[in-house]
């Protein structure tokens, strides 16, 4: 059995075309999973996924009223695809900010790639 580092999972992720949010038509962002899961400690199974972070996406416009009046919880809902797949779901954020830490963006990456190299730099002369 082979297993893949996250940074392999991560170079066959970019080589695939976003998918496209099919509540508002926006291409999704790159997002990571957070190492520490919420509800039923399962997770998603998968270290990225692909998340729609349109504020006037209209599942996640309405989500705010949807699970206010259900519910009674302050939250709404992004889309996100598993990637490689067709698979759309739904995911909780319980702020308008939420889930925005772990996007992977060229600066993320651009970043990631600097941070990899500083501890060669210290050992050059």
Known sequence: MAFE??????EKILSLEKP????CGTE???WEVPPINFSDGLGWGVPYLYLCFNYNCPLYEGGWDNLR?????NASHRCICYPG???FECMPVFSPIG?????????ALTTAEMLKERPN???QC
Do not use: H, R, S
């Not at 580092?5 to 991560?10: A, H, K, R, Y």
């Not at 009046?69 to 919880?73: D, G, K, P, S, V």
């Not at 889930?99 to 600066?107: L, M």
């Open 85 to 87: 797949t067709t698979q």
């Open 99 to 107: 889930a925005q830490g772990q996007i992977i963006d060229d600066q």
């Open 5 to 10: 580092t996250n940074e392999q999972v991560l």
């Open 28 to 30: 999704m962002g790159l």
């Open 20 to 23: 496209i949010c099919p509540y």
């Open 121 to 123: 730099a210290g050992f």
């Open 69 to 73: 009046e259900n519910y009674t919880q």
